[in-house]
């Protein structure tokens, strides 16, 4: 800020910075305003690059950290012919530099509109973001519906804020919401997985993911999910998914790494199991139909959020790993083992567990196992053998009749 100051440019911190530090919380990242073009902060910086297609901002690297320096906005209403908007009013393209006081009534919500003054150490707030901040109030700036109207994401934004601030909700803003939500189905999958992953990685997933459903708008970001949540079976589903939410939050508190994956792959399994039925129904053996039904479901969910290929992948592991728990005859026990996704699949075998889902002999055995020295394992493999005595194996012949209906 004060480069772009000594350049001649205004310069502020704004946004979620500005709102945790009144918090006295740690702000995740710094976000900075200014009247300088993308290309002139550019020019005031070496280690700077410009990006994005609907907005375009500068990336000012200080080692590993990015400060995102952005131009002012121009204002909706006096631009609108540089501004693209589709038929349910949302903005598509938003490119149009303008001053502070346009800046700010672009902005989503009052407490994301204070700007921090670097020439004053003041904090300029056109909006009554202040009185909201000290209210502990979510409020859009300008007419609800409008704002949702013009993009959408912003009823997801509302719902992380209110839940990671501790902030309600004002009863104007909330209203429109269930009418709109529907709206989501226009964002491109590609954002709504990266709002997904700010939803439930940032430490409050269990909650938020109550305020989602409360609106109507989980349903629009795991279809797949809330299909399985409505036909809940004696709260099998929706206890599985709160007990993994909890993990989430519980790990993340702990300092724990979080990996986007695991989280998704507990919003659908109880999808994948019943297509995996199915599918076996209609002549498939026990692997083929989960294989088959974890392409299935994935594929539907993924034209709301689109997750990359290599989370699938991993979903499709642990998924596919579940069933390999039970056989635990030498070798094989063994070999889940070393499975690169073993510890994942373990992790979800043990909300399965918790859940009704698997046997909790099974997760205590497997809890001890792998923490074990070569001894007690070989003594963990015989007690299994004195308890449950192994079967012979007898050969199956190749199912060659299901495959005629393919
Ligand atoms: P976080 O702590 O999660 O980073 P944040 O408020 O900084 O919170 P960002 O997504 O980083 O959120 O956005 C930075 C600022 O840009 C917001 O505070 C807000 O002023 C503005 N903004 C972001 N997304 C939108 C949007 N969809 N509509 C209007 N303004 C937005
Ligand atoms: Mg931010």
Redesign the pocket.
Known sequence: MYRLKNEGYDAYL????V??LLLGRE???F?VATNASPEQVKQAFRNCRLIGRRFRLAHVFFGREIIEVATFRGASEQVQDLQKVDEDGRLLRDNVYGTIEEDVI????TV??LYYNIKDFSIVDYVGGMDDHRAGMMRLIGDPETRYRE?P??MI?LV??AVKLGFSINPECEKPIFQLADLLANIPAARLQDEAL?LFLSGYAVETFEMLRHYGLFAHLYPVAETSLSIEEQGFPKLFIAKALENTDKRIAEGKSIAPFFLISTFLWDAVKNQANINQAEGMSESVALQQAASQIISQQVKSTAFPKHMGVAMRDVWHLQSRFSSRSGTRAYRLLGHPKFRAAYDFMLLRAETGGAEPELASWWTDFQIASEAEQKKLLASLTKTAPRKRRRRRKPAVKNQQND
Not at 14 to 17: D, F, P, R, S, T
Not at 106 to 109: K, L, N, S, T, Y
């Open positions: 704004v946004g979620g910075c709102r945790d702000p995740k990242d976000d672009r902005r989503d919500f994301n509109a993009d994401v912003r934004r992380r804020f700010k």
